[in-house]
């Protein structure tokens, strides 16, 4: 992270470095002003470009393991495991329910139950707790 950020600085500092010699070439009128703004235009897109790219890589996906043991010291049984990861792909009570063949009311009492065994109040937080648990990927 610091490599990138230190390898970003430099390239601001050219870019600084490039403005004043552009600015001096327009004193001295060697170029027209489209060159220099199509060259000021690339020039900072690249190194936005290339700059994001560096600072937002992911990480490669390894493949999901479940933690059994956080599963069996909360409690959580197979169907409320179900129920937990459709609420991570982000489904509603009513998908859910259709997915799982139930009544809605059948998926409320499970999420209750998952917000207390959690020890969560809302489906936001349930989704972020069961992720950082490893509960669902």
């Not at 992270?1 to 870019?15: C, N, P, V």
């Not at 859910?96 to 969560?120: D, M, Q």
């Amino acid at each position: 992270m610091k490599k990138t950020i230190a390898i970003a600085a430099i390239g601001l500092a050219l870019g600084a470095f490039i403005l004043d010699w552009l600015e001096y070439q327009y004193a001295v009128r060697a170029y027209s002003t489209e060159i220099y703004i199509i060259l000021i235009a690339v020039f900072f897109s690249a190194l936005g470009i290339w700059a994001g790219g560096r600072l937002n890589r992911q990480a490669p996906n390894e493949a999901f393991e479940r933690n059994q043991q956080a599963l069996k010291y909360l409690g959580i049984s197979a169907r409320e495991q179900e129920v937990l990861a459709r609420l991570g792909e982000g489904m509603s009570n009513k998908e859910i329910a259709r997915a799982l063949g139930v009544s809605p009311n059948t998926i409320k009492t499970h999420l209750a139950k998952l917000y207390e065994k959690l020890e969560v109040a809302r489906r936001t937080q349930a989704i972020s707790k069961a992720k950082d648990l490893r509960l669902i990927p």
